[in-house]
T-cell receptor, first 114, second 118 residues
Framework: AQSVTQLGSHVSVSEGALVLLRCNYS??????LFWYVQYPNQGLQLLLK??????LVKGINGFEAEFKKSETSFHLTKPSAHMSDAAEYFC????????????FGAGTRLAVHP | AAGVIQSPRHLIKEKRETATLKCYPI?????VYWYQQGPGQDPQFLIS???????DKGSIPDRFSAQQFSDYHSELNMSSLELGDSALYFC?????????????????FGEGSRLTVL
C-alpha cells in the first residue's frame, strides 16, 4: 500500500529564509510524486511532480523538490520565502503508469513572517 | 485553457437532506476523481470513474453515490446528510493514456464545492 508522511503540520519561516517542507513516502512500486499548494478557500494547485527521469524537479514560484529513492523522500524547498508563499502544502503519491489515484499526506501549513 | 468546473461552489443543506454536486472535466479527459476534504484535513479519495465506469472506490459512505455521464461530466449524490458531511468536495480530471504511452500522472483539480450541513 502507498502512503505519505509529511513531517511537521506547521512550519514558520522568516521572509527571505529557506523553505524546507518534508515528505516521505511508502510505495511497493515506483512512485509518481507530487506537491500541491492550497491557498485559503481555494482549490489544489500543482507545484511540481516527479514521474521519471531527472530526480531534481523544478516547479512554479521558485519551488523545487528532489526525489531520493534511497531515503524514500521528496522534500520541497525554496531558497527564499516570500509572504505570498503562506499556504497549505500537500505531498501526494500515486502508482506509476495507468490509473493514478492520488494519496495525500496530512499537509503542512507554511507561515511566512516579516 | 479550460479547467475543471465544479458546481455549485457553495451549498448549504439541513441534516437529512440530499445534495448533488456536479463536475465538468477538462475536454478530452476520460477519468474523474472525487475527493472530500474536511476542515483542517487532507483530501480523502471517494470514488473515480474511467470512461463512464467506476474504476475505484475509497472511503465513500453508502449514503453517497456517483456516476459519470456520456459527456464525461460526473455527479456526486449525497443523501441523508449528516453534520460530518460538511466539507470541501473536489473533483479532478485526468487524461489516462494507454498502457503503451507514458502517463504524466497529473490530476487537474477544480476549485471545489463547499458543502455546509446545518
Amino acid at each position: 500500500a502507498q502512503s505519505v508522511t509529511q513531517l511537521g503540520s506547521h512550519v514558520s519561516v522568516s521572509e527571505g529564509a529557506l523553505v524546507l517542507l518534508r515528505c516521505n513516502y511508502s510505495s511497493s512500486v515506483p512512485p509518481y510524486l507530487f506537491w500541491y499548494v492550497q491557498y485559503p478557500n481555494q482549490g489544489l494547485q500543482l507545484l511540481l511532480k516527479y514521474t521519471t527521469g531527472a530526480t531534481l524537479v523544478k516547479g512554479i514560484n521558485g519551488f523545487e523538490a528532489e526525489f531520493k529513492k534511497s531515503e524514500t523522500s521528496f522534500h520541497l524547498t525554496k531558497p527564499s520565502a516570500h509572504m505570498s508563499d503562506a499556504a497549505e502544502y500537500f505531498c501526494a503519491v500515486s502508482f506509476s503508469g495507468g490509473y493514478n489515484k492520488l494519496i495525500f499526506g496530512a499537509g503542512t501549513r507554511l507561515a511566512v513572517h516579516p | 485553457a479550460a479547467g475543471v468546473i465544479q458546481s455549485p461552489r457553495h451549498l448549504i443543506k439541513e441534516k437529512r437532506e440530499t445534495a448533488t454536486l456536479k463536475c465538468y472535466p477538462i475536454p478530452r479527459h476520460d477519468t474523474v476523481y472525487w475527493y472530500q476534504q474536511g476542515p483542517g484535513q487532507d483530501p480523502q479519495f471517494l470514488i473515480s470513474f474511467y470512461e463512464k465506469m467506476q474504476s475505484d472506490k475509497g472511503s465513500i459512505p453508502d449514503r453517497f453515490s456517483a456516476q459519470q455521464f456520456s459527456d464525461y461530466h460526473s455527479e456526486l449524490n449525497m443523501s441523508s446528510l449528516e453534520l460530518g458531511d460538511s466539507a470541501l468536495y473536489f473533483c479532478a480530471s485526468q487524461k489516462t493514456m494507454g498502457l503503451v504511452d507514458s502517463n504524466t500522472g497529473e490530476l487537474f483539480f477544480g476549485e471545489g464545492s463547499r458543502l455546509t450541513v446545518l
